[in-house]
T-cell receptor, first 112, second 114 residues
Framework: KQEVTQIPAALSVPEGENLVLNCSFT??????LQWFRQDPGKGLTSLLL?????REQTSGRLNASLDKSSGRSTLYIAASQPGDSATYLC???????????FGKGTHLIIQP | DVKVTQSSRYLVKRTGEKVFLECVQD?????MFWYRQDPGLGLRLIYF???????EKGDIPEGYSVSREKKERFSLILESASTNQTSMYLC?????????????FGPGTRLTVL
């Protein structure tokens, strides 16, 4: 059974810094790795999806990478802003129409 | 943009009541999902559906059932609500092409069972 772990559970950095959020998974049969953002009391916003045939995806200041051999994905946030403060979740699925297995998230605070 | 809507943002029910949570998506997605989110436990899959009238159990289906009579609508049913079903419930949908399966979430329903 797939297990997804996110470290650290919480992170606080000054505005303007570049930062990396980590996600590890146990089953290398993962096919889709998706990163989400969740604001307090709200639903999830999809940020990036990486398929196993890809190594990375970029959207604006965000870059996500996937290394199946090591069981790791990272989300890189460039030039962080206070508006980036949120909980970031990674989740993986196999190649079927199945549900996602989530990590417990990294709570990110960007200090103005 | 994909739009997933849920019928209520907040809901308060009493123990033993039958509860319906509704989810609608407007992008003609085949797949729909119900998750619950609890502090310390994260998001866990309850049920999913890959076609009309089809359903599959997720990791924690006990105490829940689902209905999918139309492609755009997926309902979660708590037959007899209990206090341990107090949680945030999140619905999602996805378009499945090849093995590509990106999920889009609704705003969530915070259910309190008294």
């Amino acid at each position: 059974k797939q297990e997804v772990t996110q470290i650290p559970a919480a992170l606080s950095v000054p505005e303007g810094e570049n930062l990396v959020l980590n996600c590890s998974f146990t089953d290398s049969a993962i096919y889709n790795l998706q990163w989400f953002r969740q604001d307090p009391g709200k639903g999830l916003t999809s940020l990036l999806l990486i398929q196993s045939s890809q190594r990375e995806q970029t959207s604006g200041r965000l870059n996500a990478s996937l290394d199946k051999s090591s069981g790791r994905s990272t989300l890189y946030i460039a030039a962080s802003q206070p508006g980036d403060s949120a909980t970031y979740l990674c989740a993986g699925s196999g190649g079927g129409a199945d549900g996602l297995t989530f990590g417990k998230g990294t709570h990110l605070i960007i200090q103005p | 943009d994909v739009k997933v809507t849920q019928s209520s943002r907040y809901l308060v029910k009493r123990t033993g009541e039958k509860v319906f949570l509704e989810c609608v998506q407007d992008m003609d997605h085949e797949n729909m999902f119900w998750y619950r989110q609890d502090p310390g436990l994260g998001l866990r899959l309850i049920y999913f559906s890959y076609d009309v009238k089809m359903k599959e159990k997720g990791d924690i289906p006990e105490g829940y059932s689902v209905s999918r009579e139309k492609k755009e609508r997926f309902s979660l049913i708590l037959e007899s609500a209990s206090t341990n079903q107090t949680s945030m419930y999140l619905c999602a949908s996805s378009l499945w092409r090849g093995r590509y399966n990106e999920q889009f979430f609704g705003p969530g329903t915070r259910l309190t069972v008294l």
